[in-house]
């Protein structure tokens, strides 16, 4: 097995008397996609946040690429390879797929005040990166605003991976979509493995993790509850230690097996 | 699914018409605006309207508001509003007049210093938005009152008592930068045209329309430039960005801070440059200069297709909502209604184009 591109080692975080993560051990290598699964509360959501840059963690070791590392900012860590695309998406739907996926990051040509956002290059390479994707946009000039939600996840990730992303962490990218939204995300994660790139994906649906997982941890009540390869758990034991235990398999049982 | 078969059209989606991409513009609704109302007058005013003299005479006050417009489109697209330019237009003269009269600077330095401190003005509104998080609209309607105030204590500390300053055109009168901020361009080109009998002429020979107004000239410009820089630079980019939604253009990358000051520096230079304008046209300046002049300027970018919420709109489109208004006012005497039908029709026009521009932007974003 390669060695991890980041690992994140006893991952402990306090709000002053709240104790949000409690001991957490993660890491993902090249061309994997680890799940992180936990119910709501579980610290998923401060767990990414610490990871990509947002916040400090109050214990606890990065090492990114062999290396300690201690992100000041978000900023960081997008520098050093690691994206995140969080729920929100961080897209302005009455701006064109091609505007939002180099906002910020404009390609330009021509000098001084004659310098200018190259918009021929970046229509075609927007094209393109989402072609790879296996979207086919009706133009470079659509608005996002009228592309689906798991089309926007879509391009949220083609944007991540075009600048670089070595470590690309999905905050439940599958949770408000559809049946064949979702296949078209899992399908895109899959792609994203193919290149080399490290994903983390978040959820609290089984079904979606086991789809394209390759390793599963599960935190509850801030802390992981340890790491298991695909074909080494089932997905009822997955979802029984998320829910922390008996009370799951219990009410499982008198709902006849429908969760 | 291989690269190949996705490169095919997608079956469900139907081949745009240009017209329907036309239908996408926001300029859209502020040029079908301006049709309407070359055909109202077309129809209703004296012909002399649209001779060349008559046109010169309905683009001057739509440059001059105009320049204004394209600012508060800009700043507007950018997620915010500035009150207080339509005072800032009577602060700046009152610096202005001070500086050329009271001080007897020479415009090379009064123009550059009115700007600048018209600059740090905006700059400042700016900061106070951004430090506060309160909304700009309640910040700038402060400055509206503040700067009209500061205007009027200004005017009447410097002249000993009246509202009103005089005795700037003698000021600046043969100041080599006067030209460029006054009275007429291209005169050889109109007395040109004269003598070929392209344009109307007195029986004297000279032209009936002397040059096209400085602030036409400029009024052009800054909305060629104004449209350049929102559609084709990173800039551009970020103004939209910074005004679609704030949180996600700073998440990737976008400065958005220095871009809402700049906007809000923009705007108050734009209000500083018709102040110097109109000062020196008209020879003196008074406290009541650019009187409502925030609000027509606001409506000449929602016409023009702005959005109230931001993030959409057009530099060209205020051009052509300035146009409009320009039009308006002007036309009204080349007919025989009552000229004060103005009002009416620019509150009935605002609200027709807030309602087409949200029918736009449904249409943009697929809302249905």
């Known amino acids: 097995m390669t060695a991890p591109i980041i690992h994140m080692e006893n991952i402990k975080k306090h709000y002053g008397n709240v104790i949000a993560l409690n001991g957490v051990t993660f890491d993902v290598r090249a061309g994997e996609c680890h799940c992180l699964l936990g119910d709501n509360g579980a610290g998923k959501s401060t767990f990414i946040k610490t990871m990509s840059g947002v916040h400090k963690p109050t214990e606890g070791s990065i090492t990114f690429e062999g290396k300690p590392l201690s992100f000041q900012s978000p900023r960081d860590a997008m520098e050093a390879g690691i994206a995140t695309v969080f729920q929100d998406l961080a897209m302005i739907p009455l701006m064109s797929v091609t505007r939002n996926f180099f906002m910020g990051r404009e390609p330009t040509k021509g000098k001084g005040i004659f310098k ?17 994707m296996g979207i086919n946009l009706r133009g470079p000039d659509q608005a996002v605003g009228t592309l689906s939600g798991g089309e926007r996840q879509t391009v949220a990730i083609a944007r991540a991976v075009y600048f670089g992303a070595k470590v690309l962490i999905l905050d439940e990218p599958t949770s408000a979509l559809g049946v064949r939204q979702t296949a078209n995300v899992l399908a895109t994660i899959n792609r994203v493995r193919g290149q080399g790139i490290g994903v983390v994906f978040i959820s609290h649906n089984v079904r979606h993790a086991m789809a394209v997982g390759d390793r599963f941890t599960v935190l509850n009540r801030g802390q992981t509850l340890g790491t298991a390869s695909r074909g080494e758990i089932t997905a009822a034991k997955l979802q029984d230690m ?8 219990e009410l499982e049982g008198s709902l006849g097996g429908t969760i | 699914m291989s690269i190949d078969t996705l490169a095919r059209a997608d079956e469900r989606v139907k081949s745009e018409s240009v017209f329907a991409k036309l239908m996408k513009r926001p300029e859209l609704g502020a040029i079908g605006g301006v049709v309407l109302v070359t055909v109202f007058f077309m129809i209703t005013a004296d012909h002399t309207m649209f001779t060349l003299s008559g046109i010169m005479n309905f683009m001057t006050p739509a440059a001059q508001l ?4 394209i600012a508060a489109a800009m700043l507007m697209i950018g997620g915010e509003f500035d009150l207080s330019i339509g005072s800032m237009v009577a602060f700046a003269g009152m610096l202005f007049g001070v500086f050329v009269v009271n001080i007897g600077m020479p415009l090379i330095v009064a123009i550059p210093l009115t700007l600048a401190i018209a600059a740090a003005l905006g700059a400042t509104n700016g900061m106070i938005v951004l430090r506060t998080g ?27 008592g009246s509202t009103q300053l005089r005795g700037v055109r003698e000021a600046v009168e043969g100041d080599f930068l006067a030209p460029i901020f006054s009275g007429d361009a291209f005169g050889f080109v109109m007395r040109w045209l004269a003598e070929a009998g392209i344009v109307d002429s007195f029986k004297s020979g000279v032209p009936k329309v002397p040059g096209i107004p400085v602030e036409i000239l400029w009024f052009v410009a800054f909305a060629l430039i104004a449209t350049y820089i929102l559609l084709r630079t990173p800039v551009g980019n970020w103004i939209f960005a910074t005004g679609g939604d704030s949180l996600a253009a700073k998440n990737s990358g976008v400065p958005v801070r220095r871009v809402k000051i700049s906007l809000f520096m923009l705007t108050a230079m734009a209000a500083a440059l018709i102040a110097i304008i109109t ?16 609000f027509e300027a606001i409506i000449a970018a929602v016409i023009g297709g702005c959005l109230l919420t931001g993030g959409y709109g057009s530099a060209i ?14 036309g009204l005497t080349y007919t025989h209604f009552d000229q004060d039908w103005f009002q009416v029709f620019l509150g009935a026009m605002l609200l027709l184009a807030v309602i087409f521009n949200n029918v736009i932007r449904r249409r943009v974003t697929g809302e249905r």
Do not use: C
């Open chain 2, 134 to 160: 309160l909304p700009s609209f309640i910040v700038t309607l402060a400055g509206l009152f503040v700067l009209r105030g500061a205007a009027l204590v200004g005017l009447k500390l410097f002249t000993g």
């Open chain 2, 317 to 330: 489109g205020a051009f052509f909502g300035a146009i409009i208004f320009g039009m308006v006012t002007i």
């Open chain 1, 242 to 249: 998320m829910a922390g235990g008996q009370e799951m398999a």
């Open chain 2, 66 to 69: 105009g320049i204004l417009g």
């Open chain 1, 116 to 132: 200018r956002f190259d918009i021929d290059t970046a229509n075609e390479i927007t094209m393109t990166e989402m072609r790879k």
């Open chain 2, 279 to 294: 000062v020196i046209d008209a020879g003196s300046t008074d406290a009541r200069r650019g009187f409502m002049k925030e």
